[in-house]
């Protein structure tokens, strides 16, 4: 993972560290302070060993769906990996009276607990693609980066779409304009038919992507500069 610096701003193999998954404590006694949250990974790659990529994020878009008792759905087919349940993680409860109480998932304890919300019966079986975080964001998984992020960002884009269409709802039906039936999400067959077309087409949102971080010129990397840049970095 990244050290201590935004994972936009890793610039080359010594901004990362490796952390062991057993209990999230640097391969190298002597690395640099680390995130504090890295057992969110740890604990979700220790539980499901299927698990090849792990985002944690705190989403604008999608915090409200964490706190308000708005259950988050699938708005359209590109978000059908989300299922037709979104469980959410309340770290509250397994706070003690002296804890500092920051949110923060910074311990195996509490790594564990978030990453058995993957799991209805919170054992080996992977059964929700993306855990909400009560007031603080979302986690999801992947069997691959790519899977990984294709999740990540439409989980954001499915909390946009569904924040406008409750949005335009309730303002029709406050300006007395008629609205039509219930609002609608994808259904459980269409979440399944949804999820297996969602993993055979990742590759093109995935190349463009790519392209958009490669052009954009935050992101550097070290195996891509000339000796000058590299020395200005450093
Ligand atoms: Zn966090």
Redesign the pocket.
């Known amino acids: 993972m990244s050290g201590d610096r935004a994972p936009a701003l890793v610039f080359s193999h010594s901004d990362l560290i490796q952390y062991h998954v057993s209990d999230s404590t640097p391969v190298d006694p002597q690395s640099k302070k680390g995130y504090q949250?890295r057992f969110?990974h740890s604990e979700i790659y220790k539980r499901f060993p299927e698990i090849n990529s792990v985002i944690?994020s705190?989403s604008e878009a999608v915090l409200p769906y964490t706190m308000n008792g708005v259950a988050m759905k699938p708005t359209f087919h590109i978000a059908g990996f989300l299922g037709t349940h979104v469980p959410i993680y309340d770290i509250v409860p397994m706070y003690s009276e002296d804890d500092q109480q920051d949110?923060?998932?910074n311990s195996c304890r509490f790594g564990d607990s978030l990453a058995s919300k993957f799991s209805s019966s919170g054992v080996g079986d992977l059964e929700h693609k993306v855990v909400l975080?009560a007031n603080?964001?979302f986690t999801t998984v992947g069997t691959s980066i790519k899977q990984a992020v294709y999740r990540a960002i439409y989980t954001q884009v499915n909390a946009t779409v569904q924040t406008n269409a409750i949005t335009l709802r309730n303002a029709a039906l406050g300006a007395g304009i008629g609205v039509e039936g219930e609002l609608q999400y994808l259904n459980a067959k269409q979440v399944k038919g949804s999820l297996k077309m969602n993993d055979a087409s990742q590759d093109r949102p995935w190349k463009l992507w790519i392209e958009e971080v490669e052009a954009c010129g935050l992101y550097k990397n070290e195996s891509k500069s000339t000796p000058s840049n590299e020395t200005t970095r450093k």
């Open positions: 949250e969110i944690h705190h949110m923060l998932v975080m603080h964001g």
